[in-house]
């Protein structure tokens, strides 16, 4: 009852004022618009000085709509001055400042409606409600700071323990690494005498051979070698047919696929010849057909005449000049007088189209396609992308959790297991893209490392060989002695590159920025998703960040660098794209419980933005700046908390 | 075809016909033998097919040539207020959240804006009239957001029809046997945005009602009052086609041929678009289309850019030349997108784009989808601020610009206009096409290069000019080395103008409505002035019915008076104030005037010149009468004591 009442009493308050206002003499308050701080500035003196110090005004003249002072001075509470700032106190809720240029325009900018004064709109005074709203979410942020911090400092400790371990492990296996590369040494080296023996055995016995040879087949003949010649030849007759016979005429006729694409290779070699083009007649076949070749987007033309390399579109010869190049318009304009002069029924209308459009768009020719749903489009949609294989199979991979998981501070998409486990867990994350083989030796490694014997039986077995085989220094060499050595070689130095990859992968690890507290330790290895349409975008922290569709795959960038006192991830350098520069992405870090990736966008073409949330941008700072701001919205706001409450 | 000479003296030739021609100019040059000597030229015009008329028309001024072309091909329409306002747009504003954060932003850093674009991406799947239900699923409710602040939206409407049977503008032209067919009698079949497309055959004023019916808020579905619209392509564009056009053999109503009416069929494609906008409002919106062809008369039916240029400083260059040329032809309202549309502009280019566009008739950014963003305040604080100064000189100019429109909306003179036209006397400006006139009282000269901070400008005439930014006088006729620093391109108010402007600064031009006046009056050597103010409702066809304010400000024998000059069946009040008069080169120092018929004191002391924008041009102080009181739409005298 009481909250209604003073409300009540509130909204009277601002009717009443209204309608004041619109009796007509603009302003009543002659100190409307000023902030409190200032207010002693303005009633000081009755000259007052623009800030700027270009003038003196009169008390009459502040706020009389209009402007003295270049700066805005004596206008704060009109929209007189266009430099000038409208302070609105919005009790209820936190003061705005606004460009004066806001002030009786119509629009009510305050919740406390004092911008709009002139009686053409009545603003309702919103303040209460937007304040309360505000403050509520100045405190779920809060309450959300208070958990993140937490967990942040968590993962700082785990973070010094894993980098502890990383640097224990990496120290171990450097000295393993020296012990066992001397191993692998004497192991090489007692290998290759061994071997020497059994070569200048095996080199006896094939002379004993040969001698045993010759002596039965006395002379025969020396063979040729010219045979293969032949195959060689072919290929460059093949290679050179579309650039020295320019007189082929091949109107009529509709190439395959195979055929065409073999133009395609050709056609590159192609010298450029606008004026003999002109004559000629053209054949310009325009490829991206059927759909099936991913590869055969371009146009191909089989005429002598070719364009840049660039230009993809061929520009036979006309009676201008090709001096305007620059200016795309002119460019398809030529093509257009091409195109006129050109057989058209040896052409597929709707593949000139494509390509045509394709000067605009910048893409595919067929990129008018991608919005109609034709079926041929996500399949296009690859082809600037390494053209993988278009099978029509749904992606599914492991990070089906996408979005829902409830649990709580772990990495939604994280597939790691508690700390203690990290370095067996990420390594192998690492791996599955591009050290699958390491992978599993890594595996291995670590099975042997846990057991601190290893080495020791290592160096055991090949002393012991080593000793064993120092007897037999003689020829014949005992086979099975031999074997027992290159078979323990192999394996140790199948070990110490195992542990040599492994320490470079440490190191690099290592080297990497964690954060000015390694709070961003437990990115490495990880990867966030977000399912956007038909796009899985991977984010890959310290490594690449790609776009996912289907089994087609873009690189978005590779890792860069945080940015902006760690605000920013950014990774550059991604696929090239058709018309536009290198993809690359930067990623917007907030304070979040979870690692969740979010609002990926293309603002620019190829230049990738998104959110992602992490208890890593925590920061307690910022904590107790929200907590203050609270605070004095609360303080400010007294009497309505009281109604509040 | 207009010719100037040194007799100062204007004729010109009109050739009517729409199907391909050539025009050998065999002026001086134009081969070995023909050599010079001769102050003649010749000409020699060839049409391809179909009727042609000849018109000459015989001056004897620049401006007679063009009011006599406007007899024949009409006067420019007057545009909505809104239009002549600053247009951001790009291929493409991708949702309807995109068009908030633009939207918002501009309010952020306080730049002025009236009209957010929606080119092709904004439909589903290149089907005009529609719109993609994924990424832009509320399409009222983001206009109603915008026109909330006064702003309007502009969505692209083709004149290729996607062929496609389950889409409903396919399906009725098809039925109604609206396409235009071609040699065999079937409906043509081209490529374009949509993929297979067919062409609205626009030669037939039938079917031009017909699409001008698609406007109708039942027809265009997601549309609102606020909603314009733009017409690209419509040369046409076949993408598959010869010259990317239909083929001549294509077939119209009354089985005319395309070779013949070719030139024409953008145009009409215009009126159809712009005569439906009419009829949505039921006679009372001005319509604004903005087109990319042109044909003698587009010019009634609405604004027209310059097609897609590029990011380079040759193309901000030619801009000049390109709208000087289709203001002779009756085309003023035109424009260049702003930044080019290929390609990424640097900052610097960016800036000088827009200081020039400012000036343009049409002022519109534009850019390729192939592009960083480049809205103004993507490039650092301070090329933020030059941008946003820019714009704001474009904002506190509407008022002259929109006199200009009317203007031309009524003799047909543009609204930009070569120095020539100004002083034909003047040989010194025929080959000018650097600086360029806008109306009677600006000269404004672009900055083309890059890293330049000089320029040489040359002021034509006897009388003085007044620089813009600091009102220091420079003397006529010779040519001037002056600073061109980044903050601004030359620009100057001729002596014996009066400009009037607007100088507080808005969210968009709407918020301008009841803001007061400042009027700068840049006196000549006798101390004379004068300078006219055309103001209606900014939007509907009232004014045809006389709804409108036309003023004369004549400033003579240290009396300043506003007169009508609209006819006396003319009528429209209006509550606006002149509150800041400036004069410019008075030659004695008064401190008051007196107001008639209130019969009150006005003080006069030195003021700023400009409001507002860069604090380097702001401090220039000059003789100002402060707030005479006057209102707008009355007579009265101001008499300086």
């Given amino acids: 009852m009481r909250v209604l009442l003073s409300f009540l009493l509130l909204l009277f308050l601002v009717l009443a004022s209204s309608a004041i206002r619109s009796s007509s003499s603009p302003v009543t308050d002659p100190f409307l618009g000023i902030s409190p701080q200032d207010e002693k500035y303005y009633k000081s003196s009755s000259e007052i000085k623009c800030k700027d110090g270009s003038k003196r005004f009169t008390r009459a003249q502040l706020n009389d709509d209009f402007c003295d002072c270049a700066d805005g001075t004596d206008e704060p509470g009109t929209s007189a001055c266009p430099n000038g700032k ?68 968590k993962e700082i400790e785990q973070a010094k323990v ?204 067929d990129k008018p396609s991608e919005a109609d749903d034709s079926p041929k489009a996500d399949e296009h949609e690859n082809l600037e992308h390494t053209p993988t294989s278009p099978q029509e199979v749904e992606e599914d991979d492991g990070f089906v959790s996408d979005g829902d998981e409830e649990t709580g501070d772990d990495g939604k998409y994280s597939d790691r297991e508690p700390e203690d486990d990290t370095y067996e867990e990420e390594y192998r994350h690492d791996s599955t893209s591009s050290y699958k083989s390491d992978a599993e030796d890594d595996l291995d490694l670590s099975e042997t490392t846990s057991s601190p014997t290893w080495l020791e039986k290592i160096q055991k077995t090949v002393k012991n060989i080593l000793q064993a085989v120092n007897l037999f220094q003689t020829t014949p060499v005992d086979k099975s002695e031999a074997d027992r050595v290159r078979k323990e070689y192999d394996e140790s130095s199948s070990k110490l590159k195992k542990i040599q990859s492994r320490v470079s992968s440490l190191e690099k690890k290592l080297k990497q920025d964690f954060g000015p507290e390694k709070e961003f330790y437990s990115f490495h290895g990880r990867c966030f998703e977000s399912k956007q349409g038909k796009y899985t975008y991977k984010v890959c922290a310290y490594k690449e960040a790609t776009q996912e569709e289907g089994y087609s795959k873009t690189q978005l960038g590779g890792w860069e660098k945080f940015e902006n006192s760690y605000q920013f991830m950014t990774y550059t350098n991604g696929d090239k794209c058709w018309n536009g520069p290198d993809r690359s992405l930067k990623i917007k870090l907030r304070c979040g419980l979870k690692n969740e990736l979010m609002d990926v966008d293309e603002p620019s073409r190829c230049e990738y933005a998104a959110v992602l949330s992490t208890p890593a941008r925590c920061l307690e700072d910022k904590l107790k700046e929200l907590q203050e701001k609270l605070e004095k919205l609360m303080n400010q706001d007294q009497p309505q908390k009281h109604d509040e409450l | 075809m207009v010719s100037h000479g040194g007799t100062g003296k204007s004729s010109g030739f009109f050739w009517l016909n729409a199907a391909e021609m050539q025009i050998d100019v065999l002026a001086e040059g134009w081969d070995a033998e023909s050599g010079g000597g001769d102050s003649r030229i010749n000409t020699l015009w060839m049409s391809e097919a179909g009727i042609v008329d000849t018109f000459f028309f015989v001056g004897p001024e620049p401006k007679d040539v063009v009011r006599q072309y406007a007899s024949v091909t009409g006067t420019s329409a007057m545009p909505q207020l809104f239009a002549t306002g600053y247009h951001q747009c790009r291929w493409n504003y991708k949702d309807e959240e995109d068009v908030a954060q633009v939207d918002s932003k501009f309010d952020e850093y306080d730049i002025p804006y009236d009209v957010l674009w929606l080119d ?108 314009y619209i733009w017409n690209d392509m419509n040369e046409p564009s076949v993408f598959n086609g010869p010259e990317v056009t239909m083929p001549r053999d294509a077939l119209h109503v009354g089985g005319v041929e395309h070779r013949e009416v070719h030139n024409a069929y953008g145009y009409y494609f215009h009126m159809a678009t712009s005569d439906g906008l009419v009829m949505r409002g039921e006679g009372k919106d001005r319509p604004f289309v903005l087109s990319r062809a042109i044909f003698p008369g587009t010019q009634r039916y609405g604004a027209i850019w310059t097609g897609d240029n590029t990011a380079e400083w040759e193309h901000l260059r030619v801009s000049i030349p390109m709208l000087l040329t289709l203001g002779l032809t009756g085309i003023t309202f035109s424009g260049a997108d702003i930044g080019g549309f290929f390609g990424n502009p640097e900052p610097e280019l960016l800036v000088r784009w827009y200081q020039v566009g400012a000036y343009y008739p049409f002022f519109r950014g534009h850019a390729h989808h192939d592009t960083k ?126 400009i009037p402007r607007k100088d507080r600064f808005r969210r968009s031009s709407f918020q301008m409505d009841n803001d007061p006046y400042t009027l700068v009056v840049a006196l000549n050597s006798s101390q004379e002035a004068d300078g006219e103010l055309y103001i209606d409702d900014g939007k509907s066809f009232e004014f045809k019915r006389g709804a409108y304010i036309h003023r004369r400000f004549v400033f003579s024998n240290g009396v300043l008076t506003s007169t009508n ?73 101001i008499k300086i004591l």
């Fill in chain 2, 373 to 498: 963003r480049r809205e103004p305040w993507l490039f650092g604080e301070r090329n933020t601020e030059l941008m946003r100064d820019a714009i704001h000189t474009r904002y506190t100019l509407l008022p002259y610009f929109y006199t200009l429109f009317r203007e031309a909306n009524v003799t047909g003179v543009p609204v930009l206009r070569p120095l020539w036209m100004e002083f034909p006397q003047d040989e010194a400006t025929f080959s000018n096409d650097e600086a360029f006139m806008v109306g009677n009282g600006l000269l404004v000269q672009g900055v083309y290069t890059k890293g330049t901070t000089h320029a040489s400008v040359y002021l034509p005439g006897e009388e003085s000019w007044y620089d813009l930014r600091n009102g220091k006088r420079y003397v006529g006729g010779k040519i001037h080395k002056m600073d061109a620093p980044e903050e601004s391109i030359p620009a100057f108010q001729r002596a014996g103008t009066i």
């Fill in chain 1, 86 to 153: 409208f302070h609105c106190r919005n009790a209820g809720h936190s003061p705005l400042v606004l460009f004066s240029s806001r002030v009786n325009d119509g629009i009510c900018d305050c919740c406390d409606g004092s911008d709009e004064y002139d009686g053409k709109v009545a603003c309702s005074n919103t303040c209460w409600e937007a304040g309360k709203a505000a403050r509520e979410n100045l405190k779920k942020k809060i309450q959300t700071y208070n958990q993140g911090v937490v967990i942040r400092r």
């Fill in chain 2, 565 to 637: 000059i609209a006819p006396p069946e003319a009528s429209l009040s209006s509550q606006c104030l002149i509150d800041r008069i400036i004069l410019l080169g008075h030659s004695s120092g008064p401190n008051s005037a007196l107001v008639e018929p209130l019969n009150q004191k006005a003080e006069i002391e030195m003021g700023p010149l400009r409001m507002g924008g860069l604090v380097a041009s702001s401090g220039t102080r000059v003789l100002t009468i402060r707030k005479p009181g006057v209102r707008v739409d009355q007579d009265w005298t």
């Fill in chain 1, 162 to 365: 894993g980098l502890d371990k990383d640097e224990a492990e990496l120290k171990k296996l450097k000295i393993e690494q020296k012990i066992l590369k001397g191993l692998v040494q004497q192991l090489k080296d007692r290998k290759e005498q061994i071997e020497k023996i059994e070569e200048k055995e095996r080199l006896e016995k094939e002379k004993e051979e040969k001698e045993r040879k010759e002596a039965e087949e006395a002379a025969q003949p020396g063979k040729g070698d010219g045979e293969e010649k032949t195959d060689g030849n072919e290929k460059v007759e093949g290679s050179t047919d579309g650039g020295e016979m320019p007189g082929v005429s091949q109107d009529d006729e509709i190439l395959d696929e195979n055929e065409h694409h073999d133009e395609t290779g050709r056609y590159k070699d192609l010298d450029t010849d606008e004026e003999s083009a002109a004559e000629a007649e053209p054949t310009s076949v325009l490829e991206e057909g059927t759909h099936n070749n991913p590869a055969d987007q371009h146009v191909v033309e089989t005429k002598e005449e070719s364009p840049s390399s660039e230009d993809l579109i061929i520009t036979a010869g006309s009676q201008h000049d090709g001096s305007t190049k620059k200016e795309e318009s002119d460019e398809v304009k030529k093509v257009e007088e091409d195109i006129v002069s050109e057989k058209k029924e040896a052409l597929s209308k709707e593949e000139l189209g494509r390509l045509v459009a394709s000067r605009w768009t910048g893409e595919n020719s």
């Fill in chain 2, 120 to 227: 092709i991406e904004h439909t589903d799947g290149k089907r005009y009239f529609t719109w993609d239900s994924a990424l832009f699923p509320n399409p009222e409710e983001m206009q109603k957001k915008l026109d909330v602040k006064g702003r309007r939206m502009v969505t692209i409407v083709d004149p290729h029809i996607k062929r496609d049977d389950s889409y409903f503008l396919h399906k009725e032209a098809t039925e109604m046997g609206y396409y235009v067919k071609d040699s065999s009698g079937k409906d043509f079949d081209g490529w374009c945005w949509p993929g297979s497309s067919s062409y609205i055959d626009m030669l037939s004023p039938e079917i031009r009602e017909w699409w001008g019916g698609r406007f109708s808020y039942k027809n265009y579905v997601g549309s609102t009052p606020s909603l």
